[in-house]
Structure formats: C-alpha cells, structure tokens
C-alpha cells in the first residue's frame, strides 16, 4: 500500500504561480509512473500530467501551453507540480496518483493509488 500526500494548494490570483508537492510513503517509489490529475465541481477528474519513474519522459495535458511543469525527486519520495500563469479554469482540486505498470497514461482507472488532494483556487 502506498500512502500519498499532497500539499501546496491555495488561494492564488490569476497569472500567480503554485509548486504542489506529492510525497509517497513506499520506497520503491523510484519504479512508479506518478501523475497529476485535477477536479473541478461537477466535471469528470482529469489528467493533468506524467512523468515516469526515471524522470526521463514528462506527458502533459495539451491545453495546460507550457504553463505547468511536473517533475520528481526519487531521493525524496516526491513529485512536483509547478505552475505557471494560472487561470481562473485551473481551480480544481489537484491529487497525484501512483501506478505500477510501466508507462504514463490519462485515464485515471490505470491507477492504483491516490493522495486525497490539494485545493486550489484562482480567483481575484
């Protein structure tokens, strides 16, 4: 069982900036593909972005434009999620995922565990 926590979210004013950070309890954390995936009120959750256990391949979610960046530290147990210019349309509430087969995907039914999510909110 691995236990994720995130943190970082809050209250941000549109073209700000957050880092959340996602920590994994497993040591075998270096192996899992990890992703972001967000959820607005009354939308399906949805991918946000990838990155393999090596860091070495990152997938974003085409609309995002280069605005966020996903990156992990396997010494730390931790990913990343920086973002960048943030709109009114990225408040959501944001939980990584873990899975363990190999490969990044978009549908969240690949994965097998969850953090219980960090809320943000961009607004004037």
């Known amino acids: 069982q691995v236990l994720l926590l995130e943190s970082g979210g809050g209250l941000v004013q549109p073209g700000g900036s957050l880092k959340l950070s996602c920590t994994a309890s497993d040591r075998t954390f270096f192996t899992y593909p990890m992703a972001w995936f967000r959820q607005a009120p009354g939308r399906e959750r949805e991918f946000v972005s990838g990155i393999n256990g090596s860091a070495t391949s990152q997938v974003y979610q085409t609309s995002l434009n280069g605005r966020f960046r996903i990156s992990r530290d396997n010494a730390q147990n931790t990913i990343y999620l920086q973002m960048n210019n943030l709109k009114v349309e990225d408040t959501a509430t944001y939980y990584c995922?873990?899975?363990?087969?190999?490969?990044?995907?978009?549908?969240?039914?690949?994965?097998?565990?969850w953090g219980q999510g960090t809320q943000v909110t961009v607004s004037t």
């Open positions: 995922a873990a899975k363990t087969t190999l490969g990044i995907e978009a549908q969240p039914d690949k994965y097998n565990f």
